[in-house]
């Protein structure tokens, strides 16, 4: 399993190989947080979010769930868990600039995995 900090480390090499503009107006850039947090529409406590785009009064930052890639990640090798880290802050920077230019459709595509996570859920409840 990789530390909190191994991750971090990770974290900052992959920021540094994307482009600066897609951190615009990122006022509190990207953190990483110990916890593991589960969706608050999880059925089964199995619905983990991984990273968090998050806008407030006082600026907007990116979160990534270190417990949560522990949890789901924790026995994957280095090339894995670093991919599945980069999709998540790719993710997350794409929920940012769509914000920026105006857009929901990331915000969309989420809510249609989450319509589609609920509905294979109530079919296997059905059938026990």
């Known amino acids: 399993m990789f530390t ?64 949560s890639f522990a949890r789901i990640y924790g026995n994957a090798s280095r090339a894995v868990y670093y991919e599945q880290l980069r999709r998540v802050l790719v993710h997350e920077l794409r929920h940012h600039n769509e914000t920026l230019a105006g857009y929901r459709d990331l915000i969309l595509y989420d809510e249609d995995q989450i319509a589609e996570y609920l509905q294979k859920k109530a079919q296997q409840h059905k059938l026990k």
């Open 4 to 67: 909190i900090d191994e991750t971090n480390d990770m974290l900052d090499e992959i920021v540094d190989t994307l482009p600066e503009p897609l951190f615009r107006e990122l006022s509190g850039g990207v953190i990483i947080l110990p916890q593991l947090k589960i969706h608050p529409k999880a059925v089964d406590n199995d619905l983990y979010i991984m990273g968090e785009y998050s806008r407030s009064s006082i600026g907007t930052l990116i979160k990534i769930y270190y417990g």
